[in-house]
């Protein structure tokens, strides 16, 4: 191993070199100073390298760089090794286990300003990121760019989407590094606020494969008061520099020291479900600082919601535009007559929620404004506080309480984020008051204060301070449209989920999800946190509800059944209608059985675009569940249960393709089957071109037994 890096290294004039190992060995970092005082990091697995020779460094503007000139100050190692509880997650225990490496640099040429570069090197993967201490050269300074290069070795296949400053709601493109074309972004044109970056810039986390089966992640953890990093790839060496999304002036970030940016990830393997079993990100993010997490649950929801998407009903409550805020009275305006969050409609969803064991209600079109909303770029759409003149809110929280159910408030703030940083503290205490205790956010549209964008340092700022003001009050938090997480729901527990990427609602309206889309999803989106992908959509085709209507869902039903246990999350709707549920009341059951919290994750089989096997262990009590999926091709899956302890025997209910399935020519077809089961046994599950499978495992009673005897 050491011949390889040594060998690396003759290649460039190097002053200094140190070359740490992960606590394993399965993976060496070099750190060096090479001609001209640049610092500069290689990666390799085993003798495999990952990341050739590549800069390290950050521009400031109006300032010397820290990019060269650079001597050593000092060098410290150590190993960190803890195991820690995620107040919820994939997981019960966590254990974090790296050498870490943290070179001190020295400009002597420039007032002797100092940077630290600190590394964490772990089994899976390697985190670094930049550290300015409290210097007397140094005190406020801004970024005009960062130097960070991810030298990779050859033409690797990625799966990525275009590098936008706006938005991540692309669909994902195959290809390999040098034919990446960001320009031709798929169905780009369905995203209505977006700022592309350019032909070859793609967005982390980045997931790649080496001609030699390598699997390699890059993104970030902990992303606070810094802009989102993308990538912009040389399409002739595969060199990847980092890109950080500007402010409305074109800078890119605003420090004062003490101060760090966010960590540069690298996962690595070669295999591609130790990909998906990573908790690196995790790992480098903040342990949480709230004390009493009590009130944070992990919950599966219904709400008003995916009939607003299909158009059965409207946010809005009267057919008219150009009602200010501020002047308008709403009582006088006339009702359209397919208004979604009336009273009435409301407690028909309380009432499923009741009789099926969801926790809340999400309500969206429920106060004033959505007249108003889309596409006009103004700054006061919402306040956040009055209700449309048919949804009462007091007789709401009444029944609602009746019934053991929780309305989830929501809140559009139509990106006009100075009306909803002036709103927030107001916004939230009507929902005390008013029993709710989840908020929905979301970032639709273009961002005021204007030429700020989505994913710049502004709007992370903005992400975490409601983060942190929801937590404040007590209050969980799911954000649609805000920057792809960074793991910082470690920090952050009440914050349980974010959209961030394509979710499951393009399907309602768009040329949608193609069937690979969630096999793809878990290797890329979900790396840095989970996901409100809003699954469980029973009624596959549009033309139910209209007959001239085109789209549909991509996947068969079977599928969505599955992707309450292939993408994790602590939040999962069961986004369909209540009548759709009633008409499939035995396929119903999966997602009221389904867990949303685990002691334990085994991701089975995983190849990304391709597909997915993951069985979960619910949280405190003896229950499996099992998601498998493939993309647009059929597959067969044997999956051996060899986990499940000892001799014991479980009912295994499986929820499957029916033999005829078929995501576009028959996607409604399954079959449900209960057979007993235990360690010895290997299901053979047959998924549907798009299709999917969906297992959930109990132990088996006396009964259940003497049944399978007779
Ligand atoms: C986009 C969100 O992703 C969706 O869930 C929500 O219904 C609409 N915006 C309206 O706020
Ligand atoms: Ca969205």
New binding site residues.
Partial sequence: MKTVILSLLIFVNVSFAQTIQSPHGKLSLTFALTTGGVPTYALQFGNNPVVKTSRLGIQLKGEPSFDKGFVIASVDTLTHDETWEPVWGEVKRIRSHCRELAVTLRQPSIHDRTLIVRFRLFDDGLGFRYEFSRQEPLKYFVVSEEQTEFALTGDHTAFWIPGDYDTN?YQYTTSPLSKIDATTGKAADEIYAKTAIGRNAVQTPLMMKTGDGLYINIHEAALVDYPAMNLIVDQATFKLSSHLVPDALGNKAYMQTPAKTPWRTIIVSDKATDILASKLILNLNEPATISDVSWIKPQKYVGV?WE??VGVSS?NYADVDNVKLTETDWKSLTPNGHHGATTARVKRYIDFAATHGFTSVLV??WNIGWED?FGKWKEEVFDFITPYPDFDVNELQRYAASKGVKVMM?H?T?SSVTNYERRMDEAYRFMKTHGYDAV?T???GKIIPRGEHHDGQWMVNHYVRVAEKTAQNRIMVNM??PVRPTGLHRTYPNWLAC?AAR?N?FNAWSHGNPPEHETILPFTRLMGGPM?Y?PGIFQIKMNHYRPERGEQVHTTLAKQLALYVTLYSPLQMAADLPENYERFPDAFQFIKDVDVDWDETIILAAEPGDYLTVARKAKNRDAWFLGAITDEHARSSKVSLDFLPGQSWYVASIYADAPEAHWEKNPMAYHIEHVLVNSRTTLDLRLAPGGGAAVSLKPATADDMRRRKE
Wanted: aromatic residues 18%; negative net charge; without cysteine.
């Fill in positions: 709601e919601w607003l998407h946010w969206e079109g909303w929501h559009e139509s929905k979301g970032y639709v649609h449209e959209e979710g609602e409100d809003t």
